[in-house]
């Protein structure tokens, strides 16, 4: 490859990464408070103890070992998935006959499909992206049981609604191992919003809405994210009971 080509490549990715990096921070701010264990961004309210739904973990997790916050970089090549910036932010609740308390060091993975609905390090009919690293990784929760992820607005794929997939690995006071796995949804309406424009539009409207899709609709109502628009793009909170014995 040509050096200027070459330079010219590296100085565009480490443009795009400050300008994501910025955008992060800003989604982020609204949330800091509940990510370091506040109570007063979300209302003065402890996470509530219900159990949250357990969902398929579906065909594409791959246990990457990827600990980083921000999933939009693909190591493989350095290549930066575009799409509207999501930040978000997952509190992690262990459930008891005594109430809730933060689970603190459980692994958090999450991993979703990019705008054009492909997911990394799998094959499919449609795609072979085998060795990339896109849109994956996990974060281990503090002592207030959080973890944050900086990442896209996910795409679409035939036959499942828009969705985000989540797994905590933890271990009991008992030592007993535990795994807990299940997806986060959108409002059809935000989703319509967002792939209006590109890099979405190129593949269409999502043609499954929320209520048409059958792994949501076995508990995804509980699963919904709460997004806040700020900037261009959104950041959502969402609290995971588990019952852990």
Not at 14 to 24: D, F, H, K, Q, V
Not at 46 to 52: E, H, K, R, S, V
Not at 88 to 110: E, N
Request: glycine share 12%.
């Amino acid at each position: 490859m040509n050096d200027d080509r070459q330079k010219g490549l590296v100085m565009r990715r480490r443009e795009a990464l400050l300008l994501l990096s910025a955008t992060g921070a800003t989604l982020l701010a609204g949330y800091s408070n509940v990510l370091a264990g506040s109570t007063k961004s979300s209302g003065g309210k402890l996470p509530a103890c219900i159990a949250t739904p357990k969902q398929t973990e579906g065909p594409y997790f791959v246990d990457e070992h990827l600990q980083r916050a921000d999933i939009r970089v693909d190591p493989s090549d350095g290549s930066v998935k575009a799409g509207v910036p999501l930040t978000l932010g997952l509190r992690i609740s262990a459930i008891s006959s005594a109430g809730c308390s933060p689970l603190m060091g459980a692994i958090v993975d999450i991993w979703h499909c990019d705008a054009a609905g492909v997911y990394s390090d799998a094959t499919d009919p449609s795609f072979n992206t085998l060795g990339k690293k896109f849109l994956r990784g996990y974060q281990v929760t503090n002592a207030h049981g959080g973890v944050q992820f900086t990442t896209i607005y996910p795409g679409w794929y035939p036959g499942r609604a828009v969705h985000i997939h989540f797994k905590v690995r933890a271990k009991s006071k008992s030592g007993r191992h535990y795994a807990f796995t299940s997806q986060l949804y959108f409002n059809d309406s935000i989703t319509d919003r967002v792939h209006a424009h590109q890099p979405y539009a190129s593949r269409g409207k999502c043609t499954l809405r929320n209520d048409g899709d059958d792994i949501y609709r076995d508990g995804g109502r509980q699963l919904m994210l709460s997004l806040v628009e700020s900037g261009q793009g959104y950041a959502a909170m969402f609290d995971v009971g588990l019952r852990i014995t």
